[in-house]
């Protein structure tokens, strides 16, 4: 079963618009990873956040963590073709000690 | 090497064989991680190795899957048996000291079984 669930699955934005997805733990999390992954490609890291109420921005992706360590959400501003892929979050929910990821979120930019 | 390798890098397979995924490991990072991705499905859990600690094997997913890790160094995941449903992409990561480190992950193998 996954323990953490995204939203949405799919998401298709036209070019220039803003997005966001959203990451969630039933239990507190050690922390999040923000990945992502292109067709046939491995992962890329993104970001990691390891705080209560932590954000971190790397160009137009700004990833947050909520105070509880239960809710993280990427936010992509002006979206272009090039952050099309495949967004996975991955954490260590509860006592776990694996890196679990959720189902990802797919995306697709539209020049 | 540079970041973490994975062989090879497709595997076609008869059901019913056994097969080796190899993972190469970045040198010095002592948290080694499996993952399998089906087709279309996110990343999901197989084995967790930390240093000298015993691995969590929680998601192996049968006893037809093993795993071994020498050290802090090479690591090969077994699959006796094969199934039509093992076919996936086998994912290995490394970091550095394991939760709170980057992981990175290799290219993956792409195992076909036919």
């Known amino acids: 079963s996954q323990e953490l669930e995204q939203s949405p699955q799919s998401l298709i934005v036209q070019e220039g618009k803003n997005l966001t997805i959203n990451c969630t733990s039933s239990?507190?999390?050690?922390?999040l990873y923000w990945y992502k992954q292109k067709y046939g490609e491995g992962l890329i890291f993104l970001m990691m956040?390891?705080?209560?109420?932590e954000e971190k921005s790397h160009e137009k992706i700004t990833a947050k963590l909520d105070e509880k360590k239960q809710q993280s959400s990427l936010h992509i501003t002006a979206s272009q073709p090039s952050h099309a892929g495949i967004y996975l979050c991955?954490?260590?929910?509860?006592?776990?000690?694996?890196?679990?990821f959720g189902s990802g979120t797919q995306l697709t930019v539209l020049p | 090497g540079a970041g973490v390798s994975q062989s090879p890098s497709n595997k076609v397979t008869e059901k019913g064989k056994d097969v080796e995924l190899r993972c190469d490991p970045i040198?010095?990072?002592?948290?080694l991680y499996w993952y399998r991705q089906r087709l279309g499905q996110g990343l999901e859990f197989l084995i967790y190795?930390?240093?000298?600690?015993?691995?969590?094997k929680s998601g192996l997913p049968s006893d037809r899957f093993s795993a071994e890790r020498t050290g802090e160094s090479v690591s090969t995941l077994t699959i006796q048996r094969t199934q039509q449903e093992d076919s996936a992409v086998y994912l290995c990561a490394s970091s550095a000291q394991g939760w709170g480190t980057e992981a990175f992950f290799g290219q993956g193998t792409r195992l076909t079984v036919v």
């Open positions: 190795f930390q240093g000298n600690s015993a691995p969590d």
């Open positions: 040198s010095g990072h002592t948290a």
């Open positions: 991955g954490g260590a929910p509860g006592s776990a000690r694996q890196l679990t």
């Open positions: 239990k507190t999390l050690y922390g």
């Open positions: 956040l390891q705080k209560g109420g």
